[in-house]
């Protein structure tokens, strides 16, 4: 068979994860490893159905639901592909970029919304303490009202980045890093450079290092987090990644210096981000409406923005990383110097270098979205998966 | 078995409503008693067949085109999950808020967009004397053009809110009343008050009131209309109410006191609107361009509007309600005091005890639409409701 | 049998035409004359399925993404038609008016949004040299991206206008024309007169008399190009004119008179257009951000515009053409005398009276756009074609 749904229910036979069923996905840290790794196995799987034109639709009508606080090309375009896969049609939710719903306005929307809803993506990313509260907030609502008969189902929460986590982000990086180095057994011992790299925009979200901090310490790996003085991630989750190489058998260390982080990497994401204390404070700034203050905000933090020019990801760096030849890992779209700036996070020949495995990354995360679904919608999803085979529909139809 | 088809198909054996096929959805009055009966018989039968995981899909391709005039999240949802679940998708047409279209581009538009429709719902209330006109210009325009062979199918247009009546919600308010009170049998004698709250915000719609006027008189019941001096809603609908009363056994009544429409109520629906004569003059003004006209109007209106603070749905007047436990009723979202507003429509402690009835009174909109849609397409409901029990495509796949 | 399967499979059998297979629609002139007829025959079969109510999904998922540099109602709706009509779910891409977007974005946008994208579907007029070159930019993108693993599948690209051609608008106008005159067969020796004519609005594409010169000249009719001096066209396109009428046996000849173009023409098509060489300097200004440059282009060209308002579509001038009843053609909207503006390109008694075939030309383009992706994803359209016929699927379930 050239489709290999056998094999990846096979994997997922040997993981527990039921506690899946009927859950959300908020942040990595709150799933088990097996939990983890059967995402991993489900997203493998629907790729594969896909790839050999067997259709993957568990859905015959319903809605996937996206909200996003600010526009976004790439991740819409991922969550529409995920439901899509699976045979949600998608409604966007436009709630507007800097209006913060509240309780009882969360409460009722969430239900308007979802009387037909399998699943809702949110992205929330621009205020530290609001996003990832305000996705648990209409989980709750949406929760309440299946309970209550209200919805004939509880739609299942994706978090498509929020102010703490980006877990389709990484579990998609994840994914490319384990079939980069074919397999998961392979990955102990490896080191991980997540690095700050200086871009002229200031103020990009913090959740991709700390969601990639908190996940790649999952897997025995070396992850080494590099940034200048003051742009410190949130310490609960260091936490979070301290506590996981201590489990993994890998390890989480801190440095100031992207050279150090680079030396013999396997592996380097250098990434520009906004610190953390100065993200809190413009998020008070915000909810005072102190709109002076952002401005003189903004202007201390371009400064200190411009002293670090020298964080970018260089060949000359490149050279330094185990065998010249990590894989550069970026969330794209990136700050590459010379062609989206002058001076910005990596060289345009590095880029140029890795363009192919960088769009490969991002391929992951429709499958990474669709799986997460998939796990809370399907019961036994093994059972799922050899039924979707047997049933056998073409997804381009052939005969 | 589960899921009543036949119990659904009983009941529509029971009534003529042949005319409904190929028809269109203006306004509840222009629709018998028995075509009523149907739209709720029909609804009733779509949700069960959801609720027990079978696919309602009578479309197998096609378009749901929906318009409005005005950002509305609810009313979308609701019309997007109808034409889910009937298998239509769902294409917007944005015209813009303001720009009132005539003649020719009326024509012509609602034939470009409706090539492949099945279905266009449009939401155009802000304006007297405009919303339901235009509606029937494009029912006009797709008809001819469905006569001359332009389009392969006449489009069905739901309205989801005019300036005369607000079908679907009305409706969807008066299947959870229903439901409420264990059956349409049971309603002779209860008294519903329809009464004016205050809102901050004035210029809300008059839909509302009138089309629970123009509905619920029809059912036997004894309709209490009160309203402040000066709120005065359409004297054409009060003559439709008065006549549905007359014919149903019940009556319809006026009152200028909320306390009045309370005592001893079964059924209470507080909520504001504007006054007809206000929002007749501000139309006028808006098509003369009138800015400066309509500023000085909006400046008297809320002056009027602050006189009124105390018509408010408090616990005390709830109080006065039969056995102190009438059914609340509101299309959502309210003005709740102390969370939405300082003074508004409903005190919070009421509000909150009726939340989850009003998400449920909400909840049968989107059932609501899709009956409408499924009488004008289907010529004969009753052998297509069995067909899709015996059909029994699972909505979602568990095979 | 009443649909015709067969005789659009004989049609297509008598066709070579395998190149448009895993193809792109860029230009008419790139397709061959038996590339174009097999375009339309695929068109025609479409049609007449769905008028039997026999589905016509080939993809049982997938996305149709659609990008659109300026609103547009029309073709949106087209392109959202055809893309229904085969299985696609719309996916609407909006990267802003303005914006052009360069090099590496294009080729990163492009791959992140097929990922599971089967057919993209581009309109880009605004800007002379940019358009056709920007769907190029994204076709080299998805196919490198195919090429390397990145995508499952090359998404075909459909040209829904840009500075050059306007494909489906023009294939949609032709088959109407053959529709009209009972076949390609009857068209030999029939006179087109494609003439500009006066609109208040400068400035509007010249694609379609472009598209129109380009692709009429192919069925050995006399077309004449009428314009005011100074509104020439595409000197490159009206090369392609010339060399398809040498090869068909028409004849493509010019004048600056709209009365000699409409004397017993068979075919009119009065529409605007802007003048080449100012939408030339148009865009050079544009790329300098030269807005006062801008602004004073407008204003010559607006007074030389103003100079040619005899140029419109009267009964006095119908009346010169073949026994005064040529086949009034237009992409709409129009401008029309008296109802979109004083003076513009047509009376609106004309307009009237040619409603219908407007509507009628309009109407095709659905299935124009469905066809051209048809034939870029199945690799034997007859067996397609005769498959969806044996399947049988009902588009509004009946059974």
Redesign the interface.
Known sequence: MVYRTQEFIDRLNQLHFSGMYDGDFFLTWEKTDEEIAAVFAVADALRAL??NNI?????????G?SLFRDNS??T???F??AC??L?L???D???GKSQIAH???V???A???S??A?AIGIRDDMYIGKGNRYMRDVVKAVTE?HR?????QKPTLVNLQCDIDHPTQCMADMLHVIHEFGGVENLKGKKVAMTWAYSPSYGKPLSVPQGVIGLMTRFGMDVVLAHPEGYEVMPEVEEVARANAAKSGGSFTKTGSMAEAFRDADIVYPKSWAPFAAMEKRTDLYAKGDTEGIKALEKVLLAQNAEHKDWCCTEELMATTRGGKALYLHC??AD?NG??CEDGEVEASVFDRY??PL??Q??FK?YIIAAMIFLA?VKEPQT?LK??ED?G?????R?
Request: proline share 3%; no cysteine.
């Open positions: 896909r790839e259709s993957t639709k568990i859905f015959e009508s319903g809605l639901v090309t790439r819409r375009f991922s529409a592909s899509n896969l045979g049609e998608v409604q939710l436009d709630e309780g009882e306005t409460r009722e929307t239900n308007m919304i009387f037909m399998d009202g209550q008969g209200v919805l004939e794209l779209p590459i062609v989206s363009r192919t769009y490969k991002a391929s429709p919608k799922m039924a979707l049933r529909t073409e997804r381009l139809f005969k």
